[in-house]
Antibody
Framework: EVQLVESGGVVVQPGGSLRLSCAAS????????MHWVRQAPGKGLEWVSL????????YYADSVKGRFTISRDNSKNSLYLQMNSLRTEDTALYYC?????????????WGQGTLVTVSS | EIVLTQSPGTLSLSPGERATLSCRAS???????LAWYQQKPGQAPRLLIY???SRATGIPDRFSGSGSGTDFTLTISRLEPEDFAVYYC????????FGPGTKVDIK
């Protein structure tokens, strides 16, 4: 059974930093592209970032480019999101999601999310 | 950026009725790289459809997807009580963007 478990969400002040983690199990982690997707309270879904199976390619939404860094450790079946220069508009539930199929642009499994609150 | 528009914003129907949800893209979605998700309150989204018309693993056949280019549709043939939720479309042909969602609620 595929499981994705996020952690690291807390309350942080504007300008602060945070590192989210996602522990994966139930599939061959290093075969798949992985993503972070976020959802602000009461709002829709927003794709944040992706990383290729080997970590060699990364992409970011314009809203986080230059502030967030995605990474992975295939030896630990883990995905990370380093978040710097946080803004109030980064407040959201952050989901880790597995890329589906060869294209890997859709998300076939999701974690339950970890809540990041940016507030003074 | 490809902008997705979903209509209607809210669909009020009774169990057993047919639901038809629309997703329109601002530009053609290449290779029908369009997915649909269901989200219930307090839960993560669940993949229903990918490639515009392929059902994901374990998804009942009352859910079907169709369309190409800029116009896509999710159809639920007969609504079950557990189908009342918010539905999002997502394109992955050029970057990744989501639509704003359609809420299907009980009439």
């Amino acid at each position: 059974e595929v499981q994705l478990v996020e952690s690291g969400g807390v309350v942080v002040q504007p300008g602060g930093s945070l590192r989210l983690s996602c522990a994966a199990s139930g599939f061959t982690f290093d075969d798949y592209t992985m993503h972070w997707v976020r959802q602000a309270p009461g709002k829709g879904l927003e794709w944040v970032s992706l990383i290729s199976w080997d970590g060699g390619s990364t992409y970011y939404a314009d809203s986080v480019k230059g502030r967030f860094t995605i990474s992975r450790d295939n030896s630990k079946n883990s995905l990370y999101l380093q978040m710097n220069s946080l803004r109030t508009e980064d407040t959201a539930l952050y989901y880790c999601a597995k890329g589906g199929g060869a294209v890997a642009g859709y998300f076939d499994y999701w974690g339950q999310g970890t809540l990041v609150t940016v507030s003074s | 950026e490809i902008v997705l528009t979903q209509s209607p914003g809210t669909l009020s129907l009774s169990p057993g009725e047919r639901a038809t949800l629309s997703c329109r893209a601002s530009q053609s979605v290449s290779s029908s790289y369009l997915a649909w998700y269901q989200q219930k309150p307090g839960q993560a989204p669940r993949l229903l459809i990918y490639g515009a018309s392929s059902r994901a693993t374990g998804i009942p056949d009352r859910f079907s997807g169709s369309g190409s280019g800029t116009d896509f549709t999710l159809t639920i043939s007969r609504l079950e009580p557990e189908d009342f939720a918010v539905y999002y479309c997502q394109q992955y042909g050029r970057g990744v963007t989501f639509g704003p969602g359609t809420k299907v609620d009980i009439k």
